[in-house]
C-alpha cells in the first residue's frame, strides 16, 4: 500500500534579485540552513515578528499551530513544577 504524501506548508512563489539568490544559496551550500525553504521560513518569521512587536494591531486573533504546541509544553512545565513544589514543606 503507497502512503500518499500530502504538504502541510502553502506553496507562496516570489522572486528577488539574483544577488539575493546567490548569497541565500551560499548560506545553504555552508549549512547555515538546511534549505532555500528552511531560509526563506525564517526571513517571513523574523520579519512578522518585527512587524507584530512594533505594530500589534495587524496581530492575529489565533495562534499558529505552532504556537499552540508551544503553549502546551510550557503549561505542562509549569503543572509538573506545580505538583512538585507542592509536595514541598515549606521553612
Known sequence: M???YTRKKPIISG?????????????VEAGEFASVSDFINQ???DLLKKYENNMPAIE????????????RIIIREK?????????????
Not at 492575529?60 to 503553549?71: G, V
Not at 503543572?79 to 521553612?91: L, Q
Open 15 to 27: 522572486t528577488v534579485s539574483p544577488i539575493y539568490k546567490k548569497k541565500i544559496d551560499r548560506l
Open 60 to 71: 492575529s486573533n489565533y495562534f499558529t499551530d505552532d504556537e499552540i504546541e508551544a503553549l
Open 79 to 91: 503543572a509538573v513544577e506545580m505538583n512538585f513544589n507542592k509536595g514541598k514543606k515549606k521553612s
Open 43 to 45: 526571513a517571513v518569521s
Open 2 to 4: 503507497t502512503k500518499e
